[in-house]
């Protein structure tokens, strides 16, 4: 199993950038697709964005394309979230997860019921 930690989430101006991180630790981290959900309050878990173990493969929800960019360093055991251009609605928890499931070197999930490990959540508020 894997441990999930996230950091780098605060308050920024609308307009602004965020980097979130997510460390993680224990073994196979290198073979899971790895995934950023986040949820405001009164509303369901999100998809954000994805990428495949080996980096190859990343996608991303309709409201954050173009803005996000999800990216992983296996060597550091590591997966950043950039966040440009950000707007008041995204303001949110943000949560790392991991996805157990394998079915290709370059799959990955857009459903929160893929996903096994679950981080703490970090708060992104973005400010009007």
């Known amino acids: 199993q894997v441990q999930l930690v996230e950091s780098g989430g605060g308050l920024v101006q609308a307009g602004g950038s965020v980097r979130l991180s997510c460390a993680a630790s224990g073994r196979s981290f290198a073979s899971h697709a790895m995934g950023w959900f986040r949820q405001a309050p009164g509303k369901e878990r999100q998809f954000v964005a994805a990428?495949?173990?080996?980096?190859?493969?990343?996608g991303y929800g309709d409201s954050v394309k173009g803005r996000f960019t999800i990216s992983r360093d296996n060597a550091k055991n590591t997966v950043y979230l950039q966040m440009n251009s950000l707007k008041p609605e995204d303001t949110a928890v943000y949560y790392c997860?991991?996805?157990?499931?394998?079915?290709?070197?370059?799959?990955?999930?857009?459903?929160?019921?893929?996903?096994?490990?679950w981080g703490q959540g970090t708060q992104v508020t973005v400010s009007s």
């Open positions: 997860a991991g996805d157990i499931h394998y079915d290709g070197p370059y799959y990955y999930s857009d459903d929160v019921e893929r996903y096994t490990y």
């Open positions: 990428i495949s173990w080996n980096g190859g493969s990343t």
